[in-house]
């Protein structure tokens, strides 16, 4: 076993992870962040297999799930129910062709919402069970929009919360759970096609009070609330992007009342989103870094990472277990785990990293992907208050000036390689707080490429 093994082999049973209890909930000591039920922070670092529950037999599910935990990913979108747009096959059936309802509504060849087939729940109940087991939080779609809101249309808002009643009833005992509605859901803005959406989260919560609920909306950028009707709902804010995190990330982390903020879908690793030119917009790794550093240095309680063969499960998906991505993404997790994150705070007036810094860039042109990503220089940044711990994210590379001030004294100076999780110290460290420091990095890291880490703490 590897150390890398050894280091996560602490996962064990009943929602419980390195003494970790679930269901996560919003923290009583910081309304920004996720808690478990000890009031421990969590951190979000999840992968996002839609297919998981339709498209793997058991076996299969269990080599996953397992994969995973060992890789220190906490968290998983996984839809209950799958058709044709996340890969599932056209009757939404399970491999071995267990239908998820008995009957169809009349003049239509939507299933009855009401008519849940015991067979196919039972099943889903294990892939959950399974996943909790690992100490992974399950955020199940109930009924997700890009494949079946014609289906919750054909049923109406009755069916639609009665549905959600039964899922309430079936679920509100399995410790980890999040609901997230939606999926690409570009028409919330129509009252009817949020209503019946709405409706069924309403179900939800008629019967289960234990899990927080929230719901990803339209492409290309958008965050939960953006939707005022499902604030009395969403206990979680999904933060929804295409383009630079941060900007997205701080939109969400800027609402009044304050609510958690995660970044629920960007690029995914090996896909292009599109680009016409057939360029690499989205699935480099370098790209997914800037990603993930950008929005744990925005405020986010954590975030979900994709991959174009794992949410689907397409052939060949095995030999993709241990991509750059996700082995970066754990680098990503261990830096800011072992430190305060939950303390940070944002530097949005740029009173820290004070020049340097970049431009901020919140939505370029769909296509012009300089800007979104290859040329984005922004330097994200945070700070704890009591100036204990400050963090810059470089994309670029370049020199920064920082307020030494902003930090107790001494302070420890390292660059972190976020490629390699490896640290650098950076000469004549520990320093002074006082006055104005720069600090440029020491070339291309272990990949070849420009981004670095900043660390500097008080140790």
Not at 205 to 223: F, G, M, R, V, W
Not at 262 to 284: K, L, P, Q, R
Not at 431 to 453: I, L, M
Request: glycine share 10%.
């Amino acid at each position: 076993m590897s150390q890398f093994q050894v280091f996560f082999a602490g996962f064990f049973l009943c929602g419980a992870v390195y003494g970790a209890s679930f269901p996560v909930k919003i923290s009583g000591a910081n309304p920004r962040i996720l808690a478990d039920q000890n009031d421990a922070p969590f951190l979000v670092a999840g992968d996002s297999p839609h297919a998981l529950i339709v498209n793997l037999s058991r076996r299969d599910a269990a080599s996953y799930l397992a994969d995973r935990a060992a890789r220190g990913i906490n968290s998983l979108w996984v839809h209950l129910l799958c058709v044709r747009p996340v890969e599932g096959r056209a009757d939404a059936s399970l491999l071995n062709g267990t239908r998820p309802f008995t009957n169809t509504i009349a003049d239509t060849r939507s299933y009855d919402l009401t008519t849940p087939n015991e067979s196919y729940f039972a099943h889903a109940d294990e892939v959950i069970r399974m996943a909790g087991a690992k100490g992974i939080v399950v955020m199940l779609n109930p009924l997700e929009t890009a494949g079946f809101l014609r289906t919750a249309l054909d049923n109406g808002s009755a069916r639609c919360r009665a549905y959600g009643r039964y899922l309430g009833a079936r679920y509100k005992d399995f410790p980890n759970l999040v609901w997230l509605h939606g999926n690409d859901f570009q028409k919330w803005s129509v009252a009817t096609n949020d209503a019946v959406i709405t409706s069924v989260a309403l179900g939800i919560k008629d019967q289960d009070t234990n899990h927080l609920q929230t719901i990803e909306l339209n492409y290309q950028a958008s965050c939960s609330l953006d939707d005022a009707n499902w604030a009395p709902i969403v206990g979680l804010n999904l933060a929804y992007t295409y383009y630079a995190t941060y900007a997205q990330v701080l939109q969400g982390y800027n609402r009044t009342p304050k609510v958690p903020v995660f970044m629920g879908e960007a690029n995914f690793e090996y896909e292009t989103n599109g680009v016409a030119d057939g360029a690499e917009d989205g699935g480099s790794p370098h790209i997914l870094r800037m990603q993930e550093y950008w929005t744990m240095l925005s405020g986010a309680t954590g975030q979900l990472y994709g991959h174009k063969y794992i949410w689907r499960f397409l052939p060949g998906w095995e030999g993709y277990l241990d991509t750059p991505g996700v082995v970066q993404l754990g680098y990503m997790k261990a830096l800011f785990g072992a430190r305060k994150w939950y303390d940070l705070a944002p530097d949005q007036t740029h009173a820290f990293v004070t020049a340097g810094y970049g431009s901020f860039i919140s939505a370029p042109p769909r296509h012009d992907v300089v800007q979104r990503f290859a040329g984005n220089d922004y330097v994200s940044a945070a700070l704890t208050p009591d100036g204990s711990l400050g963090i810059a994210y470089l994309p670029q590379g370049g020199t920064i000036t920082v307020a030494m001030t902003r930090l107790r004294n001494p302070v420890t100076a390292r660059w972190f390689d976020p490629s390699a999780n490896r640290f650098a110290d950076i000469a004549g460290s520990p320093f002074s707080n006082a006055g104005a420091r720069q600090f440029t990095p020491p070339g291309k890291n272990n990949a070849g490429e420009p981004d670095w880490v900043l660390v500097l703490e008080t140790k």
